[in-house]
């Protein structure tokens, strides 16, 4: 494969020391990391189909993830002291039609970047998922045994298992985060918005339960445990676990639509549909240890974000 990579554009920003790299950088979560970043610090980040923003310090690179030997080059080049890998394949229905893909986003890139980010003393920033299955139906802590379920979860779980076995610096986060995207109409939150907003009813899961934390609070956990520089994996999540139905209807309630919109289902009504973990709700007891504080409430967590909804609306007008 072709290198995608343009050296000539890296030299145009050759004598600028890099403290952060964010691959995946016009990502839903991506995005907020550099937004973020870029306010005190000197960000580089990469994107492939979304066209990058205008904000802050940040050089953007056009890169195709699955291409890694452009992914070595521009690590080489930039010499980053944080690289924060927020790439994979999330789509469930397409990780399972195309599993070589899900395996070179999810598996090989990250035991790349262990490989490198080890070889040059960088810290790596792994952002994975709660999306495995365990024998037990509790919040689960970080040494539990669990396991993937479909191609998403087993690509996911080797990307972990290739970098604790490469790095033992590296940090691992374990998470499922959510927020309100003017720019990304893809997430969760705004899939529910979106239809509310249009009065459509919506079916919630009952049967499904996890451990939601907003992209704001899982943002500054990251910058915590960064300065920190903690190794190995840790929960980032709400202390809550709550059903998906449960969910939607926090966020019908704080965003100010009307809760008859929201009907219980249970997710085998849903024919064809790739089996998928029932129960990914995490144990954040790790996670408030070395922060020395409790996580702020969930409910607080979706007032905040129909806060920045509210507020949005009102700018437009």
Known sequence: MSSVFDKNEFLRFSSTETDFLVLGGTGLLGSEFVNELSKTHSVAATFHEVQPFKVGRVNWHKLNAIDLVSINELIYLLRPKVVINCIALTDIDKCELYPKLAADLNHLLPQTLAKICSELGIYLIHISTDHYDSSLRIPRKEQDVVFGINQYGITKMQGENSILDLNVSALILRTNFFSYSLLRSNSFLNWIVNNLEKDQIIKGFTDIEFSPISIAELIS??????????????????????????????????????ANLIEPSVSDEVKGRVRRPTYMSLDNERLSSIMHRKMISLDSMIDQVSDGYFNSRSNKK
């Not at 920190?228 to 209807?249: A, C, Q, T």
Request: proline share 0%; aromatic share 14%; charged share 20%.
């Open 221 to 258: 956990c990251t910058f915590a445990l960064q300065e920190m520089r903690i190794s190995g994996i840790v929960n980032v999540s709400s202390n809550k676990s709550i059903s998906k139905y449960d969910f939607i209807s926090l966020v019908a309630k704080a965003f100010n639509f009307e």
